[in-house]
């Protein structure tokens, strides 16, 4: 019987995950045309993904070896790690070498030389359940290539926004709620994508800041706005296409003033201009 040639025999790992792959396209390419169709089979393909994550890229363990680390990053569809607690630099540095996501879900601290190794990963980095994050940390973290995401963090001092905003892939920081000004001011040097959807408000220093910079900004967690602040914002989603709330207007020409939604998400039509002193727009 003549054999396969080495080059085309496929690992069990990508076979299956070829197999979801046409699943996929077979699920997402039928013949559905409501929008809630469309919702469910989005819900099912989510499913299905997540299924096979789990079974194929977890560890359940609290500590992680490096032999082991090594066996988890030959996985080309990335490493859910659910119950990892503490991780040092020798796994660290393995698990850099995985050509999927890496997602830590209970990691609650990092030393600088560990983030120093997760760094040269290429792929998503998700460290959602670290709670803090030293200036030391957030600076070897900075050199990582991929989309960074941090949101378990509900405050960072100066200096640690100052080490992360030369990060230039997407930055998500959604947990921070009311950071400091001089904080949003650092991190609005980031190049990247910066994700603050949990900003409630911004100060007009802040708001005038985030207008000027060159890369995009979510902040779609906006319940209301110094009236300067929705000015600036508002100059700053025309230029650069900034996901900003349904409740900002959008209009012609960087002009403050209701128009019709656009279809991107960027504003909706209002019956007439927010006035200062609004319910959502306050003058001082």
């Given at each position: ?44 393909f989510s499913g299905l993904a997540d299924c096979f994550f ?109 080490a992360l905003a030369d990060h230039e892939g997407l930055l ?70 900034v996901d900003l709330p349904e409740w900002i207007p959008t ?34």
């Amino acid at each position: 019987m003549p054999t396969m040639p080495a080059a085309s025999r496929a690992r069990p790992s990508e076979r299956i995950g070829g197999a979801v792959f046409v699943l996929a396209i077979l699920v997402l390419g039928g013949c559905s045309s409501s929008s809630q169709d469309h919702r469910a089979v989005a819900r099912t393909f989510s499913g299905l993904a997540d299924c096979f994550f789990r079974g194929t890229a977890d560890h359940n363990g609290e500590t992680l070896s490096a032999a082991e680390a090594r066996r988890l990053a030959a996985n080309p569809f990335g490493i859910s790690l659910r119950r990892l607690a503490t991780l040092d630099v020798a796994a660290a540095r393995e698990l850099a070498a995985c050509r999927g996501f890496l997602n830590f879900s209970r990691l609650l601290a990092l030393t600088p030389a560990a983030a120093a190794e997760l760094a040269g990963h290429a792929e998503d980095l998700r460290l959602d359940s670290l709670e803090t994050l030293s200036a030391d940390t957030a600076r070897a973290l900075a050199g990582h290539d991929g989309a960074l995401h941090l949101n378990g963090l509900r405050s960072i001092d100066l200096a640690t926004a100052e080490a992360l905003a030369d990060h230039e892939g997407l930055l998500a920081l959604n947990g921070l709620a009311a950071p400091e000004e001089g904080v949003i001011v650092a991190l609005a040097r980031h190049r990247g994508h910066l994700c603050l959807n949990g900003l409630a408000t911004l100060s007009p220093t802040a708001a005038d800041t985030l207008a000027t910079r060159r890369g995009k900004a979510s902040l779609h967690g906006l319940t209301s706005l110094n009236y300067q602040s929705l000015q600036s914002l508002f100059h700053l989603g025309d230029q650069t296409g900034v996901d900003l709330p349904e409740w900002i207007p959008t209009g012609p020409c960087g002009a403050l003033a209701p128009g019709p939604a656009n279809g991107r998400g960027e504003g909706r039509a209002l019956p007439r201009l927010l006035p200062p002193g609004s319910a959502l727009v306050t003058v001082d």
